[in-house]
Protein backbone atom coordinates (compact mmCIF):
# COMPACT_ATOMS: atom_id res chain seq x y z
CA UNK A 1 0.00 0.00 0.00
CA UNK A 2 2.90 2.01 -0.57
CA UNK A 3 1.82 5.46 -1.95
CA UNK A 4 5.10 6.65 -4.14
CA UNK A 5 7.47 3.67 -4.65
CA UNK A 6 11.03 3.35 -6.51
CA UNK A 7 13.10 1.14 -7.65
CA UNK A 8 16.20 0.13 -6.71
CA UNK A 9 16.69 1.12 -2.96
CA UNK A 10 20.35 0.89 -3.58
CA UNK A 11 22.10 1.33 -7.08
CA UNK A 12 26.06 1.27 -7.28
CA UNK A 13 27.71 1.49 -10.65
CA UNK A 14 30.63 2.06 -13.18
CA UNK A 15 31.07 5.46 -14.51
CA UNK A 16 30.06 5.42 -18.37
CA UNK A 17 27.43 2.94 -17.47
CA UNK A 18 23.56 3.51 -18.24
CA UNK A 19 21.13 3.07 -15.51
CA UNK A 20 17.19 3.53 -14.69
CA UNK A 21 15.42 4.07 -11.67
CA UNK A 22 11.86 3.61 -11.93
CA UNK A 23 8.80 5.59 -9.61
CA UNK A 24 5.20 4.24 -9.33
CA UNK A 25 2.79 6.07 -7.02
CA UNK A 26 -0.61 4.64 -6.20
CA UNK A 27 -2.39 8.13 -5.47
CA UNK A 28 -4.41 8.74 -8.66
CA UNK A 29 -2.06 12.39 -9.00
CA UNK A 30 -1.46 13.67 -12.22
CA UNK A 31 2.16 15.21 -11.59
CA UNK A 32 4.94 13.82 -10.65
CA UNK A 33 8.80 14.83 -10.23
CA UNK A 34 12.63 14.00 -9.46
CA UNK A 35 14.53 15.91 -6.89
CA UNK A 36 17.89 15.09 -6.55
CA UNK A 37 19.65 14.97 -2.96
CA UNK A 38 23.50 15.93 -2.73
CA UNK A 39 26.28 14.80 -0.24
CA UNK A 40 25.26 17.93 1.81
CA UNK A 41 21.47 17.32 1.73
CA UNK A 42 20.56 19.49 -0.34
CA UNK A 43 17.66 19.16 -2.62
CA UNK A 44 16.84 20.17 -5.80
CA UNK A 45 14.02 19.75 -8.40
CA UNK A 46 15.26 18.36 -11.41
CA UNK A 47 12.09 17.30 -13.51
CA UNK A 48 7.99 17.69 -12.91
CA UNK A 49 5.42 16.14 -15.56
CA UNK A 50 1.70 16.36 -15.71
CA UNK A 51 -0.43 13.82 -17.32
CA UNK A 52 2.81 12.47 -18.92
CA UNK A 53 3.90 16.28 -20.00
CA UNK A 54 7.42 17.33 -19.07
CA UNK A 55 6.27 20.91 -17.31
CA UNK A 56 9.85 21.46 -15.54
CA UNK A 57 13.30 20.88 -16.42
CA UNK A 58 15.72 22.51 -14.03
CA UNK A 59 19.18 23.22 -16.45
CA UNK A 60 19.25 19.10 -16.35
CA UNK A 61 22.12 17.57 -18.47
CA UNK A 62 20.25 16.22 -21.78
CA UNK A 63 22.37 12.36 -20.14
CA UNK A 64 19.67 12.11 -17.63
CA UNK A 65 16.23 11.72 -19.59
CA UNK A 66 12.82 11.06 -17.61
CA UNK A 67 10.11 8.87 -19.01
CA UNK A 68 6.38 8.37 -18.56
CA UNK A 69 4.65 6.17 -19.67
CA UNK A 70 1.65 6.91 -17.77
CA UNK A 71 0.98 9.36 -15.45
CA UNK A 72 1.58 7.02 -12.72
CA UNK A 73 4.80 6.22 -13.41
CA UNK A 74 8.02 8.39 -14.24
CA UNK A 75 10.84 6.53 -14.53
CA UNK A 76 14.27 8.38 -14.62
CA UNK A 77 17.25 6.87 -17.25
CA UNK A 78 20.75 8.36 -16.78
CA UNK A 79 23.66 7.84 -19.86
CA UNK A 80 27.34 8.01 -19.48
CA UNK A 81 27.50 8.29 -15.81
CA UNK A 82 29.88 10.03 -13.86
CA UNK A 83 31.00 10.35 -10.46
CA UNK A 84 28.89 13.35 -9.73
CA UNK A 85 25.71 11.74 -10.42
CA UNK A 86 26.45 10.16 -7.09
CA UNK A 87 23.45 11.48 -5.22
CA UNK A 88 19.90 10.80 -3.76
CA UNK A 89 17.17 10.62 -6.14
CA UNK A 90 13.86 11.40 -4.79
CA UNK A 91 10.81 10.77 -6.77
CA UNK A 92 7.70 12.85 -5.54
CA UNK A 93 3.98 13.31 -6.77
CA UNK A 94 0.65 15.92 -6.21
CA UNK A 95 -2.57 16.05 -6.84
CA UNK A 96 -2.05 18.37 -9.79
CA UNK A 97 0.09 21.23 -10.89
CA UNK A 98 -1.88 23.63 -8.73
CA UNK A 99 -1.66 21.49 -5.86
CA UNK A 100 1.81 22.05 -4.09
CA UNK A 101 1.58 19.15 -1.49
CA UNK A 102 3.36 16.70 -2.48
CA UNK A 103 4.95 13.14 -1.27
CA UNK A 104 7.83 11.95 -1.26
CA UNK A 105 9.04 8.56 -2.41
CA UNK A 106 11.88 6.83 -0.22
CA UNK A 107 14.79 7.42 -2.46
CA UNK A 108 17.23 5.79 -4.34
CA UNK A 109 20.81 5.99 -3.67
CA UNK A 110 23.20 5.92 -6.28
CA UNK A 111 26.42 5.69 -6.20
CA UNK A 112 29.02 6.16 -9.11
CA UNK A 113 32.43 4.34 -9.26
CA UNK B 1 17.07 34.48 -5.83
CA UNK B 2 15.75 30.76 -4.68
CA UNK B 3 17.87 30.56 -1.81
CA UNK B 4 16.05 29.19 1.44
CA UNK B 5 18.05 29.41 4.10
CA UNK B 6 18.37 27.60 7.62
CA UNK B 7 21.03 26.85 10.27
CA UNK B 8 22.74 23.61 9.79
CA UNK B 9 22.31 22.36 13.02
CA UNK B 10 20.45 22.89 16.02
CA UNK B 11 21.21 20.02 19.68
CA UNK B 12 18.56 19.63 22.09
CA UNK B 13 17.73 17.59 25.70
CA UNK B 14 14.75 15.00 25.53
CA UNK B 15 11.96 17.05 26.82
CA UNK B 16 12.59 20.29 25.81
CA UNK B 17 11.25 22.56 23.27
CA UNK B 18 13.12 22.77 19.62
CA UNK B 19 12.87 26.17 17.35
CA UNK B 20 13.97 25.41 13.73
CA UNK B 21 13.88 28.37 11.82
CA UNK B 22 13.55 29.22 8.15
CA UNK B 23 13.96 32.69 5.58
CA UNK B 24 12.61 32.57 2.46
CA UNK B 25 13.12 34.66 -0.69
CA UNK B 26 9.30 34.73 -2.72
CA UNK B 27 6.94 36.90 -0.94
CA UNK B 28 4.47 35.32 -3.28
CA UNK B 29 4.56 32.02 -2.44
CA UNK B 30 1.30 30.81 -1.28
CA UNK B 31 2.13 27.55 0.96
CA UNK B 32 5.16 27.04 2.94
CA UNK B 33 6.44 23.71 4.19
CA UNK B 34 7.85 21.76 6.76
CA UNK B 35 9.19 17.93 5.62
CA UNK B 36 11.41 15.48 8.37
CA UNK B 37 14.43 13.06 6.88
CA UNK B 38 15.01 10.32 8.96
CA UNK B 39 18.05 8.96 8.73
CA UNK B 40 18.18 6.79 5.47
CA UNK B 41 14.79 7.78 4.88
CA UNK B 42 12.53 9.73 2.37
CA UNK B 43 11.15 12.84 3.37
CA UNK B 44 8.00 13.00 5.03
CA UNK B 45 5.72 16.10 5.14
CA UNK B 46 5.01 17.45 8.26
CA UNK B 47 2.82 20.69 7.98
CA UNK B 48 2.27 23.28 5.59
CA UNK B 49 0.66 27.01 6.46
CA UNK B 50 -0.33 28.94 4.10
CA UNK B 51 0.78 32.32 3.30
CA UNK B 52 -2.35 34.42 4.47
CA UNK B 53 -1.87 32.46 8.18
CA UNK B 54 0.85 34.01 10.84
CA UNK B 55 0.32 30.77 12.93
CA UNK B 56 -0.83 27.04 12.62
CA UNK B 57 -0.72 24.42 15.64
CA UNK B 58 -1.24 20.46 14.96
CA UNK B 59 -0.24 18.64 17.72
CA UNK B 60 3.46 19.22 19.53
CA UNK B 61 3.43 21.24 16.27
CA UNK B 62 3.32 25.07 16.06
CA UNK B 63 4.13 26.99 13.05
CA UNK B 64 5.28 31.03 12.67
CA UNK B 65 4.92 32.84 9.76
CA UNK B 66 6.42 36.56 9.57
CA UNK B 67 5.17 37.44 6.26
CA UNK B 68 6.88 40.69 6.09
CA UNK B 69 10.15 39.41 7.49
CA UNK B 70 10.49 36.15 5.39
CA UNK B 71 10.71 34.05 8.14
CA UNK B 72 9.40 30.88 9.34
CA UNK B 73 9.87 28.75 12.19
CA UNK B 74 8.61 24.73 13.42
CA UNK B 75 8.52 24.18 17.40
CA UNK B 76 8.30 21.17 18.60
CA UNK B 77 7.14 20.82 22.00
CA UNK B 78 8.69 18.19 24.30
CA UNK B 79 11.28 17.20 21.81
CA UNK B 80 11.49 13.10 21.85
CA UNK B 81 14.52 11.15 20.48
CA UNK B 82 12.19 10.04 17.59
CA UNK B 83 12.53 13.63 16.63
CA UNK B 84 16.02 13.51 15.65
CA UNK B 85 16.10 13.68 12.14
CA UNK B 86 16.65 16.39 9.41
CA UNK B 87 13.91 18.91 8.89
CA UNK B 88 13.50 21.00 5.55
CA UNK B 89 11.46 24.21 4.82
CA UNK B 90 10.19 24.47 1.28
CA UNK B 91 8.51 27.37 -0.37
CA UNK B 92 6.16 27.24 -3.44
CA UNK B 93 7.78 29.54 -6.23
CA UNK B 94 4.50 30.46 -8.84
CA UNK B 95 6.50 30.53 -11.89
CA UNK B 96 3.72 30.10 -13.90
CA UNK B 97 3.33 26.53 -12.94
CA UNK B 98 4.40 25.78 -9.14
CA UNK B 99 7.77 24.97 -7.66
CA UNK B 100 8.82 23.64 -4.45
CA UNK B 101 12.21 25.38 -3.18
CA UNK B 102 14.01 23.78 -0.71
CA UNK B 103 16.36 25.35 2.54
CA UNK B 104 19.62 23.86 3.50
CA UNK B 105 17.90 21.51 6.00
CA UNK B 106 18.52 21.42 9.84
CA UNK B 107 19.89 18.61 11.84
CA UNK B 108 18.22 17.81 14.67
CA UNK B 109 19.91 15.93 17.81
CA UNK B 110 17.84 15.51 20.79
CA UNK B 111 19.39 13.75 23.60
CA UNK B 112 18.10 12.06 26.10
Known amino acids: DTAVSQTPKYLVTQMGNDKSIKCEQN?????MYWYKQDSKKFLKIMFSYNNKELIINETVPNRFSPKSPDKAHLNLHINSLELGDSAVYFC????????????FGPGTRLLVL | GEDVEQSLFLSVREGDSSVINCTYTDSSSTYLYWYKQEPGAGLQLLTY?????DMKQDQRLTVLLNKKDKHLSLRIADTQTGDSAIYFC????????????FGTGTRLLVSP
Open chain 2, 49 to 53: IFSNM
Open chain 1, 92 to 103: ASSQDLAQETQY
Open chain 2, 90 to 101: AESMNTGFQKLV
Open chain 1, 27 to 31: LGHDT
